[in-house]
């Protein structure tokens, strides 16, 4: 009897520990009153925020955004996408906090930074880019970028092709 009791534990143990990426966080947004500042967060959305959820980009406000903001929040991010996560910001000029941005677990940058032709410099150092296979178009239709920083956790041995 003891031992069925142990070993029920030990399985919520490991049933526990294997699903512990929380389904009600999120990476969201919040917005300056005229919508030229974006601060995305990562944790439970306030009602009514913008959300971007399975590899899906913002909706209704890209085309007000001059400056984003990457909060400290979201570091605690484990998706495996960031799939369109700054695509077709025509107004974008600078994203700050990229720091805060977990990549460690990221598989897919596909048109992450696509269409934002204002965007001149990024700082991409501290992403670990280990687990990526898809990068395709991740800067595509950046007309203006002319620097990426990039650091020795920047590593394209597994990515499977790139276009644009």
């Given at each position: 009897m003891k031992t069925k009791k142990l070993i029920f534990a030990l399985l919520g143990l490991l049933l526990a520990t294997s699903l512990s990426a929380d389904p009600t966080k999120v990476l969201y947004a919040e917005f300056s009153t005229d919508y030229k500042t974006m601060t995305i967060k990562y944790g439970e959305a306030p009602s009514g925020a913008e959300t971007y959820t399975n590899g899906h980009s913002w909706t209704n406000?890209?085309?007000?955004?001059?400056?984003?903001?990457?909060?400290?929040?979201?570091?605690?991010?484990?998706?495996?996408?960031?799939?369109?996560?700054?695509?077709?910001?025509?107004?974008?000029?600078?994203i700050s906090g990229l720091t805060n941005l977990n990549t460690s677990s990221v598989e897919s940058m596909r048109s992450m930074f696509e269409e934002c032709p204002k965007l001149t410099s990024l700082d991409l150092s501290s992403f670990d880019t280990s687990n990526v296979t898809d990068m395709n178009s991740m800067f595509a239709g950046c007309s203006s970028l002319v620097t990426i920083y990039v650091s020795r956790g920047w590593t394209t041995d597994n990515v499977s092709g790139t276009y644009g």
């Amino acid at each position: 009897m003891k031992t069925k009791k142990l070993i029920f534990a030990l399985l919520g143990l490991l049933l526990a520990t294997s699903l512990s990426a929380d389904p009600t966080k999120v990476l969201y947004a919040e917005f300056s009153t005229d919508y030229k500042t974006m601060t995305i967060k990562y944790g439970e959305a306030p009602s009514g925020a913008e959300t971007y959820t399975n590899g899906h980009s913002w909706t209704n406000v890209t085309y007000k955004t001059v400056n984003i903001i990457v909060d400290g929040s979201c570091a605690s991010y484990d998706g495996t996408r960031m799939n369109h996560l700054f695509y077709d910001f025509p107004l974008l000029e600078t994203i700050s906090g990229l720091t805060n941005l977990n990549t460690s677990s990221v598989e897919s940058m596909r048109s992450m930074f696509e269409e934002c032709p204002k965007l001149t410099s990024l700082d991409l150092s501290s992403f670990d880019t280990s687990n990526v296979t898809d990068m395709n178009s991740m800067f595509a239709g950046c007309s203006s970028l002319v620097t990426i920083y990039v650091s020795r956790g920047w590593t394209t041995d597994n990515v499977s092709g790139t276009y644009g």
